[in-house]
Nanobody, 119 residues
């Protein structure tokens, strides 16, 4: 059974930064890809960044430059570094993983961590 637990969210002022963590109950090396998604109030969930087994990362153009995904295989943890945060970045940030997909991992989900950016 896979368990993903996010942490690191909170309240931050615009222009600030946060580092979110996603701890996995087992080895993350089994996943083809892991990713971070977010869901703002009354909006659809959207992809923030992914990292594949080989280590390459991807972010949509709207996220590039402010969100960076990384991982620590020894700690079975994936991180999302967010800088220069804006009020529109407010939402619940979810960690996800997949043993199948590479570009849009959504097989397993964490429960999310709330990020609130004040203006």
């Amino acid at each position: 059974q896979v368990e993903l637990v996010e942490s690191g969210g909170g309240l931050v002022q615009a222009g600030g930064s946060l580092r979110l963590s996603c701890a996995c109950s087992g080895s993350i090396s089994r996943f083809n890809a892991m990713g971070w998604y977010r869901q703002a109030p009354e909006k659809q969930r959207e992809l923030v960044a992914t990292i594949i087994r080989a280590g390459s990362t991807y972010s949509p153009s709207t996220m590039k430059g402010r969100f960076t995904i990384s991982r620590d295989n020894a700690k079975n943890t994936v991180y999302l570094q967010a800088i220069n945060l804006k009020p529109e970045d407010t939402g619940v940030y979810y960690c996800a993983a997949s043993t199948l997909e590479t570009f849009n991992p959504q097989e397993y989900w964490g429960r999310g961590t709330q990020v609130t950016v004040s203006s």
